[in-house]
């Protein structure tokens, strides 16, 4: 029997999808398991800011939730890459006529301007098992 402390979640690249068609638009992002350890120290401060504000009989307002949700999904990505999915000239993908790099003003600027954009992000680490490369199991 294998060692399972050694099972532990991976990196994975998906597929920015067009929200209606379902075409690759020509995005794709590195993401990481919401449970993967990194993301421990964001987790625990959005859980601190909670807690500090109920021991004064006060809680997050919505713009609160959201921006601690957006602030841990530009943590739980690790990159983006913009490229031509068709070899067509006319089907290179832009954002306001550019591909961005990967920065955290960037990523909040899409995912805020684009909320299907985050919503198939948060779809995508959500899936616990595609985290894990079954191909080393016995």
């Known amino acids: 029997m294998a060692d399972i402390s050694t099972i532990k979640p991976s990196e994975r690249t998906v597929e920015i999808m067009h929200p209606g068609t379902g075409q ?3 995005v794709r992002v590195r993401v ?3 449970e993967d ?3 421990k120290k964001i987790k ?3 859980t601190d800011e909670r807690f500090k504000l109920e021991s ?3 809680s997050l307002k919505s713009d609160d939730v959201e921006r601690n949700g957006n602030r841990l999904l530009f943590a739980a ?3 983006w890459e ?3 999915p068709t070899g067509n000239e006319a089907d290179m993908p832009d954002f306001h006529g550019e591909q961005p790099d990967y920065t955290q003003r960037n990523f909040m600027a899409v995912i805020n301007e684009l909320p299907w954009f985050a919503d198939q992000i948060r779809e995508e680490i959500d899936e616990t098992k595609a985290f ?3 191909s080393k199991q016995d």
Request: no cysteine; proline share 0%.
């Open 56 to 58: 004064k009989n006060k």
């Open 82 to 84: 913009w490229y031509n």
């Open 32 to 34: 990481m398991s919401i």
């Open 37 to 39: 350890d990194r993301l």
């Open 77 to 79: 990505t690790t990159g």
């Open 132 to 134: 894990f490369d079954t």
């Open 24 to 26: 690759a638009l020509g």
């Open 44 to 46: 625990r401060e959005i």
